[in-house]
């Protein structure tokens, strides 16, 4: 069976930083594009960052550039995310999601065939 699983969250004030990981199994991890989004309480699921099964392309989301960064390790399953300089607003849960073979619109949630259980970040001010 395929599952995500998600790591990292926490609780930390402005200005600190986290690092979030995601661990696959049940599924070939480099054949999907990896993609972090967050949700906050009675909002839409929002793309944060990508990461492509080949050919190491990522995006961001524009309110995320230059603060965090994706990155994965095939050999270990896992991708994650290293998030700087947190803000108030970067506050959500954050999941992970796998996109078998994804090539365009990464920012769209249903394009995203498995998801994790998600991982709280909250930012306090």
């Known amino acids: 069976q395929v599952q995500l699983v998600e790591s990292g969250g926490g609780l930390v004030q402005a200005g600190g930083s986290l690092r979030l990981s995601c661990a696959a199994s049940g599924l070939g991890f480099s054949s999907y594009t990896m993609g972090w989004f967050r949700q906050a309480p009675g909002k839409e699921r929002e793309f944060v960052s990508g990461i492509s099964w080949s050919g190491g392309s990522t995006a961001y989301a524009d309110s995320v550039k230059g603060r965090f960064t994706i990155s994965r390790d095939n050999a270990k399953n896992t991708v994650y995310l290293q998030m700087i300089s947190l803000k108030p607003g970067d506050t959500g849960v954050y999941y992970c999601?796998?996109?078998?073979?994804?090539?365009?619109?990464?920012?769209?949630?249903?394009?995203?065939?498995?998801w994790g259980q998600g991982t709280q970040v909250t930012v306090s001010s």
């Open positions: 999601g796998a996109y078998y073979r994804g090539n365009y619109l990464w920012d769209r949630p249903n394009n995203y065939g498995y």
